[in-house]
């Protein structure tokens, strides 16, 4: 069964209370069996426009990562991503072939 993603792309216009969501999202992700790939770090932009932070978060599944994203609780703690960044995110499906 192919792993599922979050593929992120975004700036953080409020690093303070990004920190909030950090608090939120981590502990979160490791109950739902959420890994980070990536986590910020250092990228070069070779074509197209990225914003300065990507991130991939590896689940067991496409489904776990659609749940992950879709549930009350995950709603709820997004706010404060929402209200401290701005940008793209992405669920999908790995390769497994």
């Known amino acids: ?4 993603y979050w593929v992120v792309n ?5 690093p303070e209370a990004y ?7 981590r502990p979160y992700l490791a109950g739902k069996q959420g890994r980070f790939l990536v986590r ?3 990228a ?3 074509e197209g426009v990225v914003g300065p932070r ?3 978060i590896e689940f067991p ?6 749940e992950a994203y879709h549930s009350a609780e995950y709603q709820a703690g997004m706010q404060q ?6 940008g793209n995110f992405a669920i999908v499906e790995g390769f497994d072939g």
Do not use: C, W
Request: charged content about 15%; cysteine-free.
């Open 54 to 56: 990507v991130i991939v």
């Open 81 to 86: 991503r929402l209200a401290a960044s701005m």
């Open 10 to 14: 975004m700036t953080v216009t409020d």
């Open 44 to 46: 070069e932009v070779v």
């Open 61 to 66: 599944s496409y489904a776990a990562a659609l």
């Open 40 to 42: 910020g770090g250092t």
């Open 19 to 25: 920190k909030a969501y950090q608090a939120f999202v």
């Open 1 to 4: 069964m192919p792993k599922g």
